[in-house]
């Protein structure tokens, strides 16, 4: 926020030293540029023109969207605003002895929406309006654009006005029927589910006041995934935690005595919500994914606690004698233990770089939980103990109990023989650490590593190149050569794709794909496997390149780009920075493992030079 006004504050500044003519003034919104949108919604009709689909989802739904609270920016991909375009005739000018500077001049001047004048009387005053703006290519025609000889010129007589769009190099498609696209970003920090909980309720009310004509779909929606992600890890959570219980139940045998440690554990976890909240955390993986390791660890102390209890209980104290002497003896053991355990992550706390800022949320958490399940084992679990832990004679034990005492006596005796071997023969033992330990480092090479792993958000995006010199119609029929392969792919729900020069694609040999796949449990590849199959079906299509990618579950960059990775390179001499960076990319062509190496430098698109031929006088 405080960046965002000295933004504010040196645009201000900047504003009157800036041309005046500029068609927009300079503007700017809190987003990260290298996020991805988190909600797409396209607009299409078969009968109604693109303007007017235009005005319904530009004009009216985009602005609409961007006043909901956690959305930074709605982008319009396809954009067709209603334009009328003038065609000069250069002959008709240069008999009239016109210029297109001329033309241009009065074209401006016919076309304004200004104020007039005032009738000012003694009682009242009225404005006077003059609706001055022409608003379709007819009204243009009659328009006086000069005076020749005491006789008007008009403007057919010299241009054909016709109506159009204010670009025609631009243009998206809804897999395959043209289409206005919107994509939704969310402001940094803004919690996802609910800025498009958000956005979903205002877009029945706006379908309510669509023409029939036009259709309007939701191409993808991120809050799915995320919802069925922490679905999953609460499921987790709670498994893990059932597990842990059924362990102390097996090994005790006991339900008072299990109740008591099994209690610990929501306990923990409550208190733990509870920091986080102090703290600004919000359930999100990391923060559930600590909670879920420290299942297990909240549980030890518990444990180590009630068994030092019941040792005391099952030697004939009450069990309330048993809890104040139990815990006595022990109580320093949990501090140490408890200390021991926040020890092991408090190097993950202090870890700098983008790792460390990653995994902060996540050692503060799991640090939080093991601090509470401290507190828990050293109040709360003595003081269940002193009134419902009873002691339980050997002979009333059931048969399922004294099944499991000797399952465990066999296992103890087990251990014991391993034990005397191992005691009898240290070499082998010795020589056995040896092997581990270089197996563990054998292994360690072998097991795939990743900065940030894959996942699956239900999307795959990609970004299509072609010649440098490739005009825009050449890109449409490639780029609908690209959909009708992706249209049969089983694994894709929908996709939408566009092509031509816009804020994120500074080039007009360019276009973005945005593929929406079927559900997890509605097919059986990931889209790592899916953008595998696709790849070479794609590299068939002659004079055209697609990069496919799996978006990472975090974005790590300054912007989008056409691979997961990007390096920068910078220097103060042009021509040797353009010679380096054909070097540069050979070299990393020749790396293996990677794949679509491409470069933003367009520097050899054609160009026709117009200079003016001087006669030299003898």
Known sequence: DAAAQDVQAAIAAAQRKLPPSMPTPPSFRKINPADAPIFFVALSSPTLPLPVVNEYAETQLAQRLSTITGVAQVQVFGSQKFAVRIRANPDQLAARGMGIDELQQAVAQGNVNQPVGLFDGESQAFSIKDNGQLSEASAYRPLIVAWRNGAPIRLEEVASPIDSVENKRIAAWNVDKRAIVLAIFRQPGANTIET?????????????????????????????????????????????????????????????????????????????????????????????????????????????????????????????????????????????????????????????????????????????????????????????????????????????????????????????????????????????????????????????????????????????????????????????????????????????????????????????????????HERTLTPDQIIQQLRPKLAAIPGIRVYLQNPPVIRIGGQITAGQYQYTLQSTDLAELYQWTEILLDKIRQIPGLIDVSSKLNNKSPVVSLNEKKKKIA
């Open 196 to 520: 498009v909980s958000a956005v979903k309720r205002v877009l029945p009310s706006f379908q309510s006041k669509l023409p029939s004509a036009i259709t309007m779909t939701t191409l993808y929606d991120r809050s799915v995934t995320i919802s069925e992600a922490i679905d999953d890890v609460q499921f987790t959570l709670l498994l893990a935690g059932f597990l842990v219980i059924l362990v102390i139940l097996l090994f005790l045998r006991n339900l008072s005595a299990t109740a008591i440690p099994a209690l610990a554990l929501p306990i923990s976890v409550i208190g733990t919500f509870a920091a986080m909240h102090a703290l600004h955390f919000s359930l999100d993986n990391l923060s559930l994914l600590a909670l879920t390791l420290s299942v297990g660890f909240v549980v030890d102390d518990a444990i180590v606690m009630l068994e030092n209890i019941v040792r005391h209980v099952e030697m004939g104290e009450t069990p309330l004698h048993a809890a104040i002497k139990g815990s006595k003896e022990i109580g320093f053991t949990i501090i140490s233990m408890t200390i021991s355990l926040i020890a092991v992550f408090i190097p993950v706390l202090f870890m700098s770089g983008i790792v460390g800022r990653l995994l902060n949320e996540f050692a503060v958490t799991i640090c939080a939980a093991i601090l509470v399940s401290g507190i828990v084992s050293l109040t709360l679990t003595p003081m269940l103990c002193s009134r419902y832990l009873k002691h339980t004679e050997s002979e009333n034990h059931g048969a399922v109990f004294r099944a499991f005492e000797r399952f465990f006596a066999a296992l103890l005796g087990g251990y014991e023989r391993t034990l005397r071997v191992a005691m009898n023969h240290p070499r082998l033992v010795m020589a056995s650490f040896f092997l581990t330990i270089a197996l563990t480092v054998v292994c360690f090479g072998q097991v795939p590593k990743d900065f940030l792993p894959s996942g699956d958000s239900g999307q795959i995006t990609g970004t299509t190149e072609g010649p440098q010199d490739a005009s825009f119609a050449y890109m449409i029929e490639h780029q609908q050569a690209i959909a009708e392969i992706i249209a049969k792919d089983p694994n894709i729900r929908s996709f939408m794709s566009s092509v031509g020069a816009t804020n994120s694609r500074p080039t007009s040999n360019s276009g973005s794909l945005s593929l929406m796949l079927k559900p997890s």
